[in-house]
């Protein structure tokens, strides 16, 4: 059954350093997402991305994040200058079809750890 | 904007006892529901889901129905086992934008522990 990968699984990085999450959505799916997780709080989203371009972003998504689908396969999410605060699990989602009905495939998540 | 409530957890229950999970939700227009279940050291995976009012969703034993008038969608399960200990989260989806983009709305999370 296909599957939404991520790597790394877990990554550590000094605060004000760039990191680079990347995802493999589900092949056919157009429709691609990143959230975060807090450690014990709620999975919150940061936003969606569909033909090449931003469809919606939340609060927490500011200047310091970006997204990228650099070719046909990953989707990548950048933060610029990481903070404590960015310390959390982040997952990738991907969905097929339009529409709220349609379900969205999360990944195993990236646990990253900002020190 | 749209919101999700759900019990706070822990839930301790014993092998075999029934359970309830309550989630209710505020959003406008006419969300899909969702349940997703997150097992220890493991990402989210979905267990069911209803896209209309009094629909059932169902899986592995578990079920919720959508209910409009009172905008719920409780999880239940007549008989748990301690392969089902992992957090559930109840979700939304769709609002006043619609479309396809549309980013989940998580509840916080029920912590469900089954003991032998």
């Known amino acids: 059954e296909p599957e939404v990968t991520q790597t790394p699984s877990h990554q550590v990085t000094q605060m004000g350093q760039e990191v680079i999450l990347r995802c493999v959505p589900i092949?056919?799916?157009?429709?691609f997402y990143w959230y975060r997780q807090i450690l014990g709080q709620k999975v919150e989203f940061l936003v969606s991305?569909?033909?090449?371009?931003?469809?919606?972003k939340s609060e927490i998504f500011d200047d310091q994040f970006s997204v990228e689908r650099p070719d046909g396969s990953n989707f990548t999410l950048k933060i610029r200058s990481t903070k404590l605060e960015d310390s959390a699990m982040y997952f990738c989602?991907?969905?097929?079809?339009?529409?709220?009905?349609?379900?969205?495939?999360f990944g195993p998540g990236t646990r990253l750890t900002v020190l | 904007g749209n919101s999700v409530t759900q019990m706070e957890g822990p839930v301790t229950l014993s092998e075999e006892a029934f359970l309830t999970i309550n989630c209710t939700y505020t959003a406008t227009g006419y969300p899909s529901l969702f349940w997703y279940v997150q097992y220890p050291g493991e990402g989210l995976q979905l267990l069911l889901k209803a896209t209309k009012a009094d629909d059932k969703g169902s899986n592995k034993g578990f079920e919720a129905t959508y209910r409009k008038e009172t905008t719920s969608f409780h999880l239940e399960k007549g008989s748990v086992q301690v392969s089902d200990s992992a957090v559930y989260f109840c979700a939304l989806s769709g609002g006043p934008r619609g479309g396809g983009a549309d980013g989940l709305t998580f509840g916080k999370g029920t912590h469900l522990i089954i003991q032998p």
């Open positions: 989602a991907s969905r097929k079809l339009a529409g709220r009905t349609d379900t969205q495939y």
């Open positions: 991305f569909y033909n090449n371009e931003i469809s919606e």
């Open positions: 092949s056919n799916h157009l429709y």
